[in-house]
Structures are given as structure tokens and as C-alpha cells.
């Protein structure tokens, strides 16, 4: 199986880290081998267990555990000092602990990847465009900060496989919730931005532009770049721009090697993007 890993964080002896690929795996979809890391309706816990299995053995940390949460789309992010007895709701985990392996289940949102060189403390941090507009990569950099002391000049990020710009269509009203939030939103969507804008702004003339009934134009929509506004998130919290890197694989694009809800209409596998503090310096023997 492949992995995909990033060049600044490989290099950290302490930190075992990746972001999984569609191919192989113990998983079948359509008559394809396909890795998938989470719980889907088409595929049996056990095939899951054995990609998971696969996954620690391919990143040399058989010893470590799995932590993922069950994610809802918020800025829940919850600290761990060791792995729960239940999946808890969140979409955020931290922690210092080693052997704990945090991970990120996706198929189109973003899946961040934090980490304090300095302190050793890891964050991993689910971002879809709901998650995204209540800040979540933020608060969990704040989190960092408040829990372990981290400073953002010693923290690295790394924003994976996700949705790009070219395929992320979204309707009228997540623009206008982005607009409402954030003052620099215009600069994440392409498309008529600025008239959907100012069409949820209560205009007394609205009249003079309306159509016969049956005649409303279709509704206007745009497409939102999900790794710009994160990476602008991760920037306004303090991150030097140098220190996050991101993936410019988008999942819809690639659906041969990642796996996309939207370009797959929901009938796909997910993703894993994961991080945690090896238990011993020296990696594990394969
Ligand atoms: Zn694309």
C-alpha cells in the first residue's frame, strides 16, 4: 500500500504520520481493491480492521493505537491522554501522549495535520466546509497553545487530499455564511461571489428584478476553495505561511487513487490522514 507523506514532517524521528491512498486494501468496491479506513455501508468492520492493521504495519508503529473520532462537522476538539473506550463525537483530537495515533476519516473534506516540533504535541483536525466555517483549524491551534504551551512559530501543518477549487460547487448559501464570517471570503470562491452576496442583503427595489412566476433563473452557485481558507485560518492564528504545506491533489480529480463523496455520489470508500508520537524514538521493526 502507499502512503502519502510529507517531506518536513518524515523528517522528525519522533513522529509517525501519513495520509492513505484508494488502491489495494482488503476492501472491494465495484470489483476493486480499494484501502478503506472507515464505516461504510458496503464494507464489513473486519476488512476495515485489516486495512487499519496494514496502515500502523506500513508507518512501522504496530504498537500504536488508533484514536479516531466520530465526526459531526464541528469545532469540537478533544484532548487525549489515552485511547477511549468508546469512539467519542469530535473533529479535532490532541494530544502528547505516545502511541497514540490520531487520526482524520475523509472523502472530500480537508484533513489537517498539526505538529509542535518543540513540545511534541500533535493534532489532528477534520474540515469540511461546516467544520471550517466555525473555525475549527483555528480554535485547534488555540487549543494547542492553551493545553501544551505551543507556539505557533515551532508548529507545522499539513493540509491533505481534499476537494479542490475546481470541483467544490457549493449553492448560494454557504457563501453567504462564509461572507457573514469572514472578511476575506471573496477571495476563497470563484464565481458570481459578489452578486450572491448582495442578494441576501435586504434590497427595497428587490422588486424590479423579479421574474414571472415560472421563469426564476436557476440558482447561482460557486466554488469554494476549502484549503485556502484554512491555510488562511492556520496564518491568522500565528503560523508562519512557510510551515504549512498542503497536498494539491483534489479527490474528485483523482477519484482513481483517493476517494470522493461528491464525484462518487456518496458510494466510495474514506481516507485516513493520521499523526502521533512513536512510543520509542527508533522506529519499529516492519
Ligand atoms: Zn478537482
Given at each position: 500500500m502507499q502512503i502519502l507523506e510529507c517531506g518536513a514532517l518524515a523528517k522528525i524521528h519522533w513522529l509517525a504520520h501519513g495520509f492513505t491512498l484508494r488502491p489495494g486494501g482488503a476492501s472491494v468496491l465495484d470489483g476493486q481493491r480499494v484501502f478503506n479506513l472507515g464505516r461504510t455501508d458496503w464494507d464489513t468492520r473486519e476488512n476495515v480492521l485489516a486495512n487499519r492493521k496494514t496502515l500502523l504495519a506500513a508507518l512501522s508503529a504496530k504498537k500504536m493505537e488508533i484514536v479516531s473520532q466520530r465526526q459531526f462537522h464541528s469545532a469540537l476538539a478533544r484532548v487525549?491522554?489515552?485511547?477511549?473506550?468508546?469512539?467519542?463525537?469530535?473533529?479535532?483530537?490532541?494530544t502528547r501522549a505516545p502511541g497514540l495515533l490520531l487520526a482524520v476519516l475523509t472523502a472530500d473534506c480537508v484533513p489537517i495535520l498539526l505538529v509542535d516540533t518543540k513540545r511534541r504535541a500533535v493534532a489532528a483536525v477534520h474540515a469540511g466546509w461546516r467544520g471550517t466555517l466555525k473555525r475549527v483549524a483555528e480554535k485547534t491551534l488555540g487549543k494547542m497553545r492553551m493545553t501544551f504551551g505551543s507556539r505557533p512559530r515551532d508548529v507545522l501543518a499539513v493540509l491533505g487530499p481534499a476537494i479542490g477549487r475546481c470541483c467544490y460547487r457549493v449553492g448560494p448559501e454557504v457563501?453567504?455564511?462564509?461572507?457573514?464570517?469572514?472578511?476575506?471570503?471573496?477571495?476563497?470562491?470563484?464565481?458570481?461571489?459578489?452578486?450572491?452576496?448582495?442578494?441576501?442583503?435586504?434590497?427595497?427595489?428587490?422588486?424590479?428584478?423579479?421574474?414571472?412566476?415560472?421563469?426564476?433563473?436557476?440558482?447561482?452557485?460557486?466554488?469554494l476553495d476549502l484549503l485556502a481558507a484554512n491555510r488562511w485560518q492556520l496564518v491568522n492564528a500565528g503560523l508562519p505561511a512557510r510551515s504549512i504545506f498542503a497536498s494539491d491533489?483534489?479527490?474528485a480529480c483523482r477519484k482513481d487513487i483517493l476517494f470522493s463523496h461528491r464525484a462518487e455520489f456518496g458510494k466510495t470508500g474514506r481516507l485516513m490522514g493520521v499523526i502521533g508520537i512513536r512510543l520509542s524514538a527508533k522506529k519499529e521493526p516492519r
Amino acid at each position: 500500500m502507499q502512503i502519502l507523506e510529507c517531506g518536513a514532517l518524515a523528517k522528525i524521528h519522533w513522529l509517525a504520520h501519513g495520509f492513505t491512498l484508494r488502491p489495494g486494501g482488503a476492501s472491494v468496491l465495484d470489483g476493486q481493491r480499494v484501502f478503506n479506513l472507515g464505516r461504510t455501508d458496503w464494507d464489513t468492520r473486519e476488512n476495515v480492521l485489516a486495512n487499519r492493521k496494514t496502515l500502523l504495519a506500513a508507518l512501522s508503529a504496530k504498537k500504536m493505537e488508533i484514536v479516531s473520532q466520530r465526526q459531526f462537522h464541528s469545532a469540537l476538539a478533544r484532548v487525549f491522554d489515552a485511547p477511549p473506550e468508546e469512539p467519542l463525537k469530535g473533529d479535532a483530537a490532541l494530544t502528547r501522549a505516545p502511541g497514540l495515533l490520531l487520526a482524520v476519516l475523509t472523502a472530500d473534506c480537508v484533513p489537517i495535520l498539526l505538529v509542535d516540533t518543540k513540545r511534541r504535541a500533535v493534532a489532528a483536525v477534520h474540515a469540511g466546509w461546516r467544520g471550517t466555517l466555525k473555525r475549527v483549524a483555528e480554535k485547534t491551534l488555540g487549543k494547542m497553545r492553551m493545553t501544551f504551551g505551543s507556539r505557533p512559530r515551532d508548529v507545522l501543518a499539513v493540509l491533505g487530499p481534499a476537494i479542490g477549487r475546481c470541483c467544490y460547487r457549493v449553492g448560494p448559501e454557504v457563501a453567504q455564511a462564509f461572507n457573514s464570517q469572514f472578511a476575506q471570503a471573496k477571495d476563497w470562491f470563484d464565481g458570481p461571489f459578489d452578486r450572491i452576496v448582495a442578494d441576501d442583503t435586504p434590497n427595497p427595489l428587490q422588486w424590479l428584478n423579479m421574474h414571472p412566476p415560472g421563469h426564476q433563473p436557476p440558482p447561482p452557485f460557486v466554488y469554494l476553495d476549502l484549503l485556502a481558507a484554512n491555510r488562511w485560518q492556520l496564518v491568522n492564528a500565528g503560523l508562519p505561511a512557510r510551515s504549512i504545506f498542503a497536498s494539491d491533489l483534489c479527490t474528485a480529480c483523482r477519484k482513481d487513487i483517493l476517494f470522493s463523496h461528491r464525484a462518487e455520489f456518496g458510494k466510495t470508500g474514506r481516507l485516513m490522514g493520521v499523526i502521533g508520537i512513536r512510543l520509542s524514538a527508533k522506529k519499529e521493526p516492519r
